[in-house]
């Protein structure tokens, strides 16, 4: 019975690390490629870790195995995070079908605020005891 | 049988995980940026974790889950590493 519940899982680990490995090679551009290859990434190696942790039936190896679960799973958004924010700030193209980009448009948001107009307007908005 | 049905499992698991590699590599190969190729190793270090996992069900050697766990680390040092000089290196 532990080998089944060991082989299913093992299965399963398998399945998800190729469809990661797919993914990696066939989104179109850095950012979805980020998306299939973390999470994916990570679920399928925690998947044959848990079957690991099954089949040894040993605390130890038991410890040990969702010990790796736990620091993926806590490592994995961050990596993933810290190398896409230096992705996006070193100019990599996005896909050209991208609809939708809110750190472009914060970014263009902070700048805009900067102008000396934009000054004036926040002095004219102030309070008068300000002023 | 259920022992032929784990040691099958352990076989294909084994071929999905070397293929997965397989492909992550071509990534890593004609990746268009250097971040692209960043990626492509982090996941290949991320199913040699895995694969490593599978070896050590398959020879009953508990010891090599040590082995998991330093390069689950290793990779997570070396991937904020290269987003952090990649950044720093960009403003200049």
Not at chain 1, 30 to 41: D, M, Y
Not at chain 2, 11 to 26: D, K, N, P, R, Y
Not at chain 2, 55 to 82: D, K, N, S, W
């Amino acid at each position: 019975m532990i080998q089944i519940a060991t082989s299913l899982m093992m299965l399963l680990g398998g399945a998800f690390c190729l469809l990661g490995a797919v993914g990696m090679l066939r989104m179109p551009d850095l950012f979805t490629r980020l998306q299939a290859a973390t999470k994916t990434g990570t679920l399928g190696v925690g998947f044959v870790m848990l079957a690991a942790a099954v089949h040894f039936q040993d605390l130890g190896v038991s410890v040990r195995a969702i010990l790796v679960i736990i620091f993926l799973f806590l490592s994995a958004p961050i990596a993933a995070h810290v190398i896409a924010r230096a992705a996006y700030f070193v100019n990599v193209p996005l896909w050209d079908a991208t609809v939708v980009d809110e750190l472009d448009d914060a970014l263009k948001a902070r700048e805009a605020a900067k102008t000396p107009q934009a000054l004036e307007d926040t002095i004219d908005r102030a309070p008068d005891g300000l002023r | 049988m259920p022992d032929q049905i784990l040691q099958w499992s352990l076989v294909a698991t084994s071929v999905m995980l070397g293929i997965g590699i397989l492909l992550v590599t071509l990534r890593l190969l004609r990746g268009p940026n250097l971040p692209d190729r960043v990626i492509a190793l982090d996941l290949i270090g991320t199913l040699a974790a895995g694969a490593i996992g599978v070896y050590a069900v398959a020879q009953e050697e508990p010891i090599l889950m040590f082995v998991c766990i330093m390069v689950a680390v290793v990779l997570f040092v070396g991937t904020v590493a290269f987003a952090y000089y990649l950044e720093k290196g960009s403003g200049s």
